[in-house]
């Protein structure tokens, strides 16, 4: 699509225009599949080897450990997304294209959070088979990693931005990432134990995490522009 | 701001903490249940109420940066300046109730809310600082940053209503209750009073000798560029210069 055919795009035609150009990148290149899956994998086997499959904790911890992994494993996919525009100046590229500054926030945002899902999915398989977790409440389940990662997604992407023009970025955007996500760490382990375990404050925390995700994207959307222009 | 004023704003902030330590030391009764080491609260409650602020303060002073209508670097200024504040006095919270906390619950710390919201708030408040140290112009720093805190200063209410949901052991806020009832009184809540004035105090001295001294910073970067540039084109004309005011 030329230049002045994006531009003319409207905001919605704009924000699958850049959901698409990332998926196509990391489909083409697979690098976030080849780094950030390996990486959950491997911090399933730590945690592993870190709390003693014998002593019948896994699968009580299962929650927490699964939404740590997926933050962590997040802040690398984060990377990924920005490193991509540095790239042949592409983020250069994207600011003279005309697309609408919020467009590209919600694109981006939207593409994170479809390869956060898959990894999630990944990831759950994992635990069932390695921790011995019983899914329980799959559509609760489901519910609750769709709208944590959209928050991840969200903020993440937010800050990707914030930290893109650093040289030490990676350890920046952990710093500045990780605290802010404590809500959404907590309401959706929380969540996860009500689907796995039983519960009623389901509710709860799916409403919280429904309101860190509108909150960060919609300051996602307002921000994303004059963040940009830096480059 | 003048001389005038931050060394009215220091004197005020010294004498009051003077008072403090006296009613706090002296005065005030030891509590009936935990003795003297009750006494840390006159101490460790101004000191969160401050870190609030400061919190508050750049927060506010971000947005009235990223208004364009508002926009000055002033406000940059004092969003770092009261940042930094926000740190110290976060920071001395914590200690200050971790040593309160050993000999009253017999833990150095405790996963309760308050104290999971305000360990949150530390490290907001620290990311918030190592973004500032990232090299830029001004501008894009300030731009940055205040993003940033604004990100942090959405994300406060968000924590805190959180962990309030999942967890309480610390005790009920005794002064600003919701059925505001304070359950201090007579004279341990005149210190406390007293303890919350003179930290503010504290915190406006420090904020206007550290803005101060941000603007003796840039000052000095600005002078000492105007000045090499005027030796400079004085060696080059082949007349030697002792002085001469910046471009």
Do not use: C
């Amino acid at each position: 699509m030329g230049g002045h055919q994006a531009q003319r795009a409207g905001f919605g035609a704009q924000v699958v225009l850049i959901a698409g150009k990332d998926l196509e990148i990391e489909w083409r290149s697979r690098v976030t599949a080849a780094r950030v899956l390996p990486f959950a994998g491997i911090l399933l086997l730590l945690f592993a080897v870190a709390l003693d499959p014998d002593r019948g904790l896994l699968p009580r911890v299962a929650p927490g450990l699964f939404w740590v992994a997926a933050m962590l494993a997040a802040l690398l996919a984060i990377g990924r997304a920005f490193a991509v525009e540095r790239e042949n100046r592409a983020g250069l590229g994207l600011l003279l294209s005309g697309i609408d500054p919020a467009a590209m926030y919600v694109g981006k945002v939207l593409a994170l959070l479809a390869q956060l899902l898959v990894l999630e999915i990944l990831l759950g398989v994992g635990m069932i088979a390695l921790y011995d977790v019983a899914p329980g409440n799959v559509a609760l389940l489901g519910a609750g990693a769709v709208l944590a990662s959209a928050g991840i997604a969200a903020a993440g992407t937010l800050y990707g931005a914030v930290v893109v023009s650093d040289r030490g970025r990676d350890s920046l955007l952990a710093i500045l990432l990780l605290p802010v996500l404590v809500p959404v760490l907590l309401g959706a382990t929380r969540l996860f134990e009500t689907a796995t375990g039983g519960g009623d404050d389901a509710a709860l925390w799916l409403g919280l995490l429904a309101v860190f995700s509108a909150l960060y994207g919609a300051l996602g959307t307002l921000t994303f522009g004059s963040l940009l222009e830096e480059a | 701001m003048t001389v005038l004023a931050r060394r009215a704003t220091w004197a005020t902030a010294l004498a009051s903490l003077g008072a403090l330590a006296v009613l706090a030391l002296l005065v005030a009764p030891p509590d009936r249940v935990q003795g003297d080491a009750q006494r840390l609260m006159y101490l460790h409650v101004p000191a969160a109420w401050v870190a609030y602020t400061a919190f508050a303060v750049t927060s506010l002073a971000s947005a009235l940066y990223l208004w364009r209508r508002t926009r000055h670097v002033r406000w940059d200024r004092i969003a770092a300046a009261s940042a930094e504040l926000g740190v110290l006095f976060t920071a001395v919270t914590i200690a200050l109730g971790s040593l309160w906390g050993r000999p009253v619950w017999g833990v150095w710390w405790a996963w309760d809310a308050r104290l999971v919201t305000t360990a949150v708030l530390l490290f907001l408040y620290v990311g918030y600082l190592a973004l500032r140290r990232v090299p830029g112009s001004r501008q894009v720093r300030a731009r940055r940053s205040a993003i940033a805190a604004l990100v942090a200063f959405v994300d406060v209410p968000v924590v805190h209503f959180s962990v309030v949901w999942w967890r309480t052991l610390h005790q009920q806020p005794t002064v600003l209750n919701p059925e505001l009832n304070p359950q201090i009184e007579g004279v341990m809540a005149t210190t406390l009073l007293v303890g919350v004035l003179a930290f503010t105090a504290l915190y406006l001295a420090l904020l206007m000798s550290r803005y101060q001294l941000a603007r003796a910073e840039e000052d000095a970067g600005t002078e000492a560029l105007s000045a090499a540039i005027a030796r400079r084109r004085g060696a080059a004309a082949g007349i030697p210069k002792l002085t001469e005011v910046g471009a």
